[in-house]
């Protein structure tokens, strides 16, 4: 299991590295796009006439988890976990963020993303510091 674990994660980290994006977190759409090349057969053999919504392709996969590839369930732990850092990362960048927020961007009003809209702005940004790079980068925010 750990080498089929080792071939996802290089499998995965190559397809990020392929779209430029860093590998610690996960967007959906890059999630979607990863589980559908690495999971498109084994769900096409074994769950093809269910209908997405309310887990069900979840619930067929999981039915028929001894039919599914070792690539497949692997690459889902993976996507999963870097999706839930990707939302650990976004729950954490505000504090991260905040001297960088009231330095750079006091003029902002709170909400709507007006705060993160200045960070991310290219010359306000230069001056943002290395932590809250890092946090906007790993909440997919840069």
Request: proline share 3%; glycine share 10%; charged share 20%.
């Amino acid at each position: 299991m750990a080498n089929r674990m080792a071939a996802a994660i290089f499998a995965l980290c190559g397809l990020l590295g392929a779209t430029g994006l860093h590998a610690e977190t996960i967007g959906y759409g890059q999630a979607i796009r990863t589980l559908t090349s690495a999971c498109g057969a084994d769900l096409q053999r074994n769950c093809s006439g269910v209908k997405p919504g309310g887990g069900a392709i979840q619930a067929c996969m999981a039915k028929h988890k001894a039919d599914v590839s070792p690539n497949c369930i692997a690459t889902v732990q993976v996507v999963f976990d870097l999706i839930a850092k990707r939302a650990e990362a976004q729950a954490a960048a505000p504090s991260l963020c905040a001297n960088d927020a009231r330095r750079h961007c006091s003029e902002f009003r709170e909400g709507n993303a007006r705060v993160l809209r200045c960070l991310i702005r290219p010359d306000i940004y230069r001056g943002v510091s290395k932590k809250c790079k890092q946090a906007l980068t790993d909440a997919g925010w840069d």
